[in-house]
């Protein structure tokens, strides 16, 4: 059934960034894949690449069919499929479900902006698939005893309500704060988990970059996950709740890239709006204003820093400009 309405700019942007998005995924699956040792780890991304390629296809059909430039994205070009593996012991397979986190975010505010079927179903389509795969993930890294649980607690056996704004109270010096709710404490263990694998992703990146300035770049942004870590740690480690094991993956010792460097930083800077959005929603949550306080200064670094990726980006020719509305000034004046 043809489409009576013309593609609306909310669509072309959203589609134009997960196009970016897919095709990015589609370069890491294919090393990944490559260097892989482990047949079920191979049949998951195998898998998932199939799907996601199908996808890609399909915005590349709506764009041509709308009289749209498709956009460059990420070639073959992007990815060096005879390097040497950089990362080990299930990596691949820790980031796979953090790109599906972040994809669960992105289809949910993708889905608000459609207004077409068409443009509806691809994106009912993709959820679907990161739903499955996200669980697949999951289900793997625990049975490979690679990804941590969060720490047990003892369960409620009545309701009860807040009397008072005490609880929202944490700056005081002397211990005499509430101990973590659920909530808080799941949003750290989450910053942990989250941060512990960027920094070993950025650490692989910093290792193989070239360019000095980004290679300057990948170790702040290496820096900036370890303050991370310790600043929920600490939180974790106050309110004496055991803090949970890092992954057991590791960065190898080759510094030879498996990735442009205009990947490599699209990625981080993807990453860097995934972290401050999942923090923000964090912050929102946590209702002990210490914690909260703590999370909203790491949300601004998060910030500076991911600004200062787009600014090296763009300096470097990295940044594919996002379709632009006319310019109406400029086209009345010349």
């Given at each position: 059934m043809e489409n009576k309405n013309p593609i609306s700019a909310s669509e072309v942007g959203t589609l134009w960034l997960t196009y970016q998005e897919k095709t990015m995924i589609l370069r890491i699956l294919e090393y990944f894949m490559a260097k892989s040792d482990d047949q079920e780890a191979r049949n998951l991304m195998g898998g998932l690449w199939q799907e996601l390629h199908f996808f890609v296809i399909e915005i590349e059909?709506?764009?041509?069919?709308?009289?749209?430039?498709?956009?460059?994205?990420?070639r073959n070009e992007d990815v060096n499929l005879e390097a040497p593996k950089l990362y080990?012991?299930?990596?691949?397979?820790?980031?796979?479900?953090?790109?599906?986190?972040v994809s669960m975010g992105l289809y949910s505010i993708n889905m608000n902006m459609a207004y077409r079927k068409d443009v509806m179903g691809i994106y009912e389509g993709l959820t679907t698939v990161t739903d499955k795969i996200y669980k697949l993930a999951t289900v793997y890294l625990l049975n490979k005893g690679i990804l941590t649980l969060p720490p047990?607690?003892?369960?409620?056996?009545?309701?009860?309500?807040?009397?008072?704004?005490?609880?929202?109270?944490?700056?005081?010096?002397?211990?005499?704060?509430?101990?973590?709710?659920?909530?808080?404490?799941?949003?750290?263990?989450?910053?942990?988990?989250?941060?512990?694998?960027?920094?070993?992703?950025?650490?692989?990146?910093?290792?193989?970059?070239?360019?000095?300035?980004?290679?300057?770049?990948?170790?702040k942004g290496l820096e900036l996950a370890k303050k991370q870590i310790q600043t929920y740690e600490e939180i974790l480690l106050e309110a004496n709740v055991h803090v949970s094991a890092t992954s057991g993956s590791i960065v190898t010792t080759s510094k030879v890239a498996p990735f442009s460097e205009k990947l490599m930083?699209?990625?981080?800077?993807l990453l860097n709006g995934f972290g401050l959005v999942g923090g923000s929603f964090g912050a929102m949550f946590c209702l002990r204003?210490?914690?909260?306080?703590?999370?909203?200064?790491?949300?601004?670094?998060?910030?500076?820093?991911?600004?200062?990726?787009?600014?090296?980006?763009?300096?470097?020719?990295w940044f594919e400009e996002p379709p632009q509305m006319e310019d109406r000034p400029r086209i009345i004046n010349s």
């Amino acid at each position: 059934m043809e489409n009576k309405n013309p593609i609306s700019a909310s669509e072309v942007g959203t589609l134009w960034l997960t196009y970016q998005e897919k095709t990015m995924i589609l370069r890491i699956l294919e090393y990944f894949m490559a260097k892989s040792d482990d047949q079920e780890a191979r049949n998951l991304m195998g898998g998932l690449w199939q799907e996601l390629h199908f996808f890609v296809i399909e915005i590349e059909s709506l764009f041509e069919k709308e009289g749209m430039v498709i956009p460059i994205g990420f070639r073959n070009e992007d990815v060096n499929l005879e390097a040497p593996k950089l990362y080990d012991n299930g990596f691949d397979i820790m980031f796979l479900r953090i790109l599906k986190e972040v994809s669960m975010g992105l289809y949910s505010i993708n889905m608000n902006m459609a207004y077409r079927k068409d443009v509806m179903g691809i994106y009912e389509g993709l959820t679907t698939v990161t739903d499955k795969i996200y669980k697949l993930a999951t289900v793997y890294l625990l049975n490979k005893g690679i990804l941590t649980l969060p720490p047990n607690m003892t369960l409620p056996k009545t309701t009860q309500f807040v009397k008072n704004d005490k609880y929202l109270k944490g700056f005081k010096p002397f211990g005499d704060k509430r101990s973590l709710n659920a909530i808080e404490l799941g949003i750290i263990h989450h910053g942990i988990e989250t941060n512990n694998i960027g920094m070993q992703l950025i650490t692989g990146f910093a290792q193989c970059a070239e360019n000095k300035k980004v290679k300057k770049y990948f170790v702040k942004g290496l820096e900036l996950a370890k303050k991370q870590i310790q600043t929920y740690e600490e939180i974790l480690l106050e309110a004496n709740v055991h803090v949970s094991a890092t992954s057991g993956s590791i960065v190898t010792t080759s510094k030879v890239a498996p990735f442009s460097e205009k990947l490599m930083m699209y990625c981080i800077c993807l990453l860097n709006g995934f972290g401050l959005v999942g923090g923000s929603f964090g912050a929102m949550f946590c209702l002990r204003n210490d914690i909260t306080m703590k999370m909203s200064l790491l949300a601004k670094d998060v910030y500076l820093y991911g600004h200062e990726g787009l600014e090296l980006m763009m300096n470097n020719g990295w940044f594919e400009e996002p379709p632009q509305m006319e310019d109406r000034p400029r086209i009345i004046n010349s």
